[in-house]
């Protein structure tokens, strides 16, 4: 990005007053999000070209250009201001990752109302909880979802709508509004609410240490950064195929997966199907993929594989490469460069940041195993762990702090300001996350400075998963911790002690990996359980996962007498 430093230090542009120039901000044209997905490509000339090819896991497709998103955007707006739905209000889109799942986030941003993505795996108490938090007024969903929201619908008082996109009326029971966006009256113009960059955007709920998750609340201004980092570091350009394996369920889905390839009107490409390696291979091939942004854990799967399914396919579309969520080990990023002739190119970035905030750009020389650095805009420093003031030595392990004020980062999480400033000490955000700095001003990421269990790239909290644990008739005490994993680096291990009367043995051990599978989802569900006697406590009765922890990771424990304090 040599253009880029050059601009900032020449002209003393800042990267987000770049950005503003480029999507013409804050000079008369609306700031929201869903407006400058669409109605603003559209007036760039780009309304024929192709937003959305998405290929649903049967192999059928649908496609839709930037015209079609506009104005199917605007349909789903108009819908939901009929069901009576006001900005400002919660909507839920609980889905699998189908085209009404795209157009459906758009429609509720034009409206002026929250998107409130959930993962169509999580099951009732993971729904029900984030549902409560956000008293949400609607979710929109799939027939197939149905039977799980009817069970919980009775606690949530607040949802006023089960709007449902595959289903005739006559399968719903009172309450639940079928939608059909082909058969909807298609509207031309709706009067796009008049967001400030301060409106509510997104809500996207994140697990931490301890309580259950937190709302982090995303605002309209988010755009700038998004755009710009889609732009600089994903580098996408006019013409990319860009496919992004994320599902909006989670922030990389929503910032990547929507916000920044539409700001920069590039076709997105969407895969309704898990992973298969050739069903991949043969999608990147098909559609002629140009850019891709992936997980370590994908690129591990395929690693497996070996080099023959990617000899088969012709996978020379490919320009570029990103990975985010978990640590990108050197091995893959070697790996690609010999299986694809590029390497992937590290991301880090959070739910809170709402972008990338460290990174590889395109054409800086990697150093495998590093994250690279803070994107040009971005303040970051290594901390010390006690006084959250900057390290001067490099290579020396601190807190990741970034300076906060960039246009994507969260203003708050929701009902719980005391967790919102928790994240702040002497000037900085504090990512939670541990790492060094070296010489050249590269990051290198050391661990989480938490509990938080990084499964394959999405945060599990251990306090959700002991929870439900708890309810499990056999349970007296639970404890859960990350037990490493050759593909999903973590996976959810838990330790339980039995109520008085129960056995362990290894149906038991199932039968609780179900029941908290069915409350939370196949991720949050343990891979191995341990029944135990006792669980090791502090003097005031606190479990001590760091103990068992590092019994699983082979580390030592460390002095216990000092663990024990509080
Ligand atoms: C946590 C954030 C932002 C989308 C991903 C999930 C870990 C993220 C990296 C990376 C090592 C990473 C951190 C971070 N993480 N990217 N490139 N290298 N670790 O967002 O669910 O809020 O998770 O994921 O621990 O704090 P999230």
Redesign the pocket.
Known sequence: MPDLVAVEEERELSSWELAKLELNWGRGDPVNIGWNLSDRICRQGLGQTKALIWEGFGGQERVFTYEDLRVLSNTMAAFLARQGIAPGERVCLFMDRIPELYIGFLGILKLGAVAQPLFSAFGEESLATRLLDAGTSAILTQKKYLPRIRRIRAELPALRHVIVADAEASALQQGETPLHLDSEPRVEDFPVYPAGPETPSVLHY?SGTTGQPKGAQHVHRSLLSQYLTARRVLDLQPGDIYWCNADPG???GTSYGIIGPWSAGVTQVVLDAGFNVDRWYSFIEKHRVTVWYSAPTAIRLLMKEGKTPAARHDLSSLRHLA??????NPEAVHWSREVFGRPFH????????GCIVITNLPGMPIKAGS?GKPFPGITAAILDMRTFEPVALPGRVGLIGLAPGWPSMIVGYRNNPEGYAKKFASGWYL???RGTVDADGYYW?VG?DDDVI?TG???VGPFEVESALLEHPAVAESAAVAKPDPVNMEVVKAFVTLKPGYEASSDLELEIMNFVRKKLSPIAMPQDISFVTSLPRTRSGKIMRRVLRAQEWGEPVGDLSTLMED
Not at 323 to 328: A, C, H, I, R, T
Not at 346 to 353: A, H, K, S
């Open positions: 994140t989670w922030v990389t990975s985010v969520g978990e640590p990108l590290d991301t880090y970035w959070q739910t809170e940041t994250m990512t939670g996350d990421f989480r990084n790239g999405h945060l």
